[in-house]
């Protein structure tokens, strides 16, 4: 996610979402001043943390997101990193 994305809780925003969404993986801040975060569970809720993700918490102003879709790696929980 790109823009004003760090410094408005979306980290722990997006992990609240997808435990709420039953789907494990993980976020991160990134030293580009970007966040990026994984996703893996049923197609439905991760599209619904991929949506939240467009426009995050209150306080963020996302600017765009890439979306990418990897093999799963069998994560379980949800970190932010």
Do not use: L, Y
Not at 55 to 76: F, M, N, Y
């Amino acid at each position: 996610m790109r823009g004003k994305v760090h410094g408005v809780w979306f980290r722990d925003s997006c992990r609240r979402m997808a435990i709420d969404q039953g789907v494990a993986g993980w976020v991160r801040n990134r030293m580009d001043g970007t966040v990026e975060a994984v996703f893996e569970g049923p197609i439905e809720a991760v599209a619904r943390c991929v949506s939240w993700c467009r426009a995050g918490p209150p306080r963020a102003e996302v600017d765009g997101i890439d979306v990418r879709e990897d093999p799963a790696e069998g994560t379980s929980g949800f970190s932010i990193w």
